[in-house]
């Protein structure tokens, strides 16, 4: 149980994460009425410094992209300030940003050099057009400036290609553009006899202003799958629809492609940004998604057509991705006519979702959801918590650390979740548990590490520094062995769904990125996971390590009247447990 100052804790906790949203709400409302930022920072219902409004733009680029739209309508009260692309967007081409293009534009602002940004959202709420925006924009500011579009066929990379050069030209639909950043189109000729020998087409163009630089790579190309790119540098390097349906088939050669080839353009000077829509299970979004060797370089960024607001969790709200352009009514159009496998796949980002086998579904997760809690936080002060290791050399390593509590009801909470990719030994394994088993006792005690044994793992479950690591932290070791039980209906991964439904396990969900990639990615697995489907087939190792803990967690305390004191029975016929029988008796309070 937790004592009464632990519990303490979470509850300023979750208080001051409240104030901090309703101080952010505040501060939108005052400055949509004419306030400036640091009167509205004055206000006695925010009351922050400067400092602490620039750390919520930092870790809050929704909020960000709030901010900057509202100014933008301010241009009497208070002028954008230099370099706002809500600004220039509205000044150049008549159009404002909604909150989710905004947030896409400022992370490929803020991103450093080398790195990717994957961002997936929905068919028409554009994504190409936003695009286009920008690096219309970056030749207008910049026109040394050098882009490369990628995408399925070098047909509908040249489109985005041409829409660009056409609103450079003089007589193009943006005049005002041309007249202050401009000229950009090469003349015809310079004087009687001689002409600039610049391309201008609809799949490379250099703009006028670069030819004083000797300098062989352009403006703008496009390019598609499998084009020749060797020699190609570039500032930005840009997929964009990389996949479709047609080309489902070619997931592993597209992302050797990339690997390979595209993503070396830019070097580690430029950026990378991919835009697309999910076309379904194992696509290059993806698999680039979950390599594990891209971790601190590509951030993806998942907008759904829908979501849905459980802060109230017997009052959750929808809420549609691009309120000002669709309702609610507009979006159910949406799926009605494109079915749900389709709207699952293209519009909610989360392919197989409607499957009839589906064995854990939306309606089960999402209210285990919790915006209040971070990975970032450490566990309650005093609480035990229970690790689970799906061990693999050359494959993905994954552990996942979670508390337990029982006040007021038993509840299983992820506080860690940590993965890697082809490691080579058994001492890189024991290095990344230790990590986090030192993570999770700063503030609570790890009580028991369950691990699988089968194959190889039965030789690391009875490692020398494993057990060096036992004696040191004081924790128990499991001996965990996984065969075709984990579909059993009673015992195995299927019957997590049951606590998912009582919503006795509890996912972090606050809005930082590491919260939501980590946590993101356990619920697709989840999501994906179905019985029969074969581990190198479909990733499921964050949903085999959630097991290997839920199930010690279950036999503790889910089967144990703990309110009377009296024990119960066991009835689990094939518990995956070392030296377990069916029918065990199990004292309330005892260790298992």
């Not at 709420?125 to 579009?149: C, I, S, W």
């Not at 041409?162 to 005049?175: C, D, I, Q, T, Y």
């Not at 971070?374 to 229970?386: D, K």
Request: hydrophobic content about 35%; proline content about 5%; glycine content about 6%.
């Amino acid at each position: 149980m937790l004592s009464a100052m632990a519990e303490g804790k979470i509850l300023r906790a979750n208080l001051l994460s409240a104030q901090t949203q309703a101080r952010k709400e505040m501060l939108l409302q005052l400055y949509a009425t004419g306030m400036t930022i640091l009167e509205a920072l004055g206000d006695a219902r925010v009351g922050v410094s400067y400092s602490a409004y620039r750390q919520w733009r930092a870790r809050d680029p929704h909020f960000a992209a709030k901010v900057d739209l509202l100014r933008v309508d301010r241009d009497n009260v208070e002028p954008a300030p230099r370099g706002s692309r809500a600004e220039f967007a509205k000044k150049y081409f008549g159009m404002q940003y909604a909150a989710f293009q905004l947030m896409f534009l400022n992370e490929v602002d803020q991103m450093p050099p080398g790195n990717i940004v994957m961002c997936l959202w929905p068919p028409e709420h554009g994504k190409t057009t936003t695009f286009e925006n920008y690096a219309t924009e970056q030749l207008a500011v910049d026109p040394q400036f050098r882009m490369t579009v990628a995408s399925a066929n070098i047909r509908i990379a040249s489109k985005i290609v041409s829409r660009v050069k056409n609103r450079l030209e003089p007589s193009g639909p943006f005049k005002q553009l041309v007249r202050d950043h401009g000229p950009f189109k090469p003349p015809v000729g310079m004087g009687r006899h001689e002409t600039v020998a610049q391309p201008w087409s609809s799949q490379v163009f250099n703009v006028y202003k670069k030819a004083d630089q000797d300098e062989r790579d352009y403006n703008m190309q496009a390019l598609g799958f499998k084009s020749e790119i060797v020699s190609t540098r570039c500032d930005h390097l840009h997929l964009d629809d990389l996949q479709s349906l047609k080309n489902l088939g070619q997931a592993e050669a597209m992302e050797e492609w990339v690997r390979q080839d595209a993503l070396s353009r830019p070097g580690m000077s430029g950026k990378t940004s991919i835009v697309g829509t999910r076309v379904g299970e194992d696509d290059i979004y993806e698999r680039l998604a979950s390599d594990g060797d891209l971790d601190g370089i590509l951030k993806v960024l998942k907008f759904k057509a829908i979501t849905t607001d459980y802060t109230d969790p017997d009052n959750p709200v929808e809420m549609g991705l691009w309120p000002e352009k669709y309702t609610l009514d507009d979006y159910d159009r949406m799926r009605r006519k494109a079915g749900a496998e389709a709207w699952d796949r293209g519009y909610m980002m989360n392919p197989g979702a409607s499957r009839k086998d589906a064995t854990f579904q939306d309606s089960h997760i999402d209210p285990c959801k919790n915006p209040q809690i971070s990975l970032l936080h450490r566990p309650t002060q005093g609480s035990f918590i229970l690790v689970g290791l799906d061990p693999a050399l050359g494959g993905m390593n994954c552990i996942i650390a979670c508390e337990q509590r029982s006040d007021p009801s038993p509840k299983l909470i992820v506080r860690a979740i940590r993965e890697a990719k082809n490691l080579r030994s058994n001492e890189q394994i024991m290095q990344e548990l230790n990590q986090v088993i030192a993570l999770m006792n700063q503030t609570g005690r790890t009580t028991d590490v369950v691990i699988e044994t089968m194959n190889f793992q039965k030789g690391l479950a009875r490692d020398e520094r494993l057990l060096e690591m036992r004696q040191h932290y004081g924790f128990a070791m499991r001996e965990h062995l996984t065969g075709w039980n984990k579909y059993d209906e009673d015992i195995g991964v299927a019957s997590m769904v049951t606590s998912f439904i009582k919503r006795e396990i509890e996912l972090p969900w606050a809005e930082d990125p590491t919260t939501r990639n980590e946590i993101g990615e356990l619920i697709r697995q989840l999501k994906a996971w179905r019985p029969g489907a074969r581990g190198t087939k479909l990733r499921q190792d964050r949903v085999m390590a959630l097991w290997f803990v839920w199930i010690l967690w279950q036999s503790r305390w889910k089967r144990t009247n703990q309110s009377s004191g009296n024990t119960e029975t066991l009835k689990r016929q094939g518990v995956p447990w070392r030296g377990t029988k069916s029918g065990l008796i199990i004292p309330v309070g005892a260790k298992i």
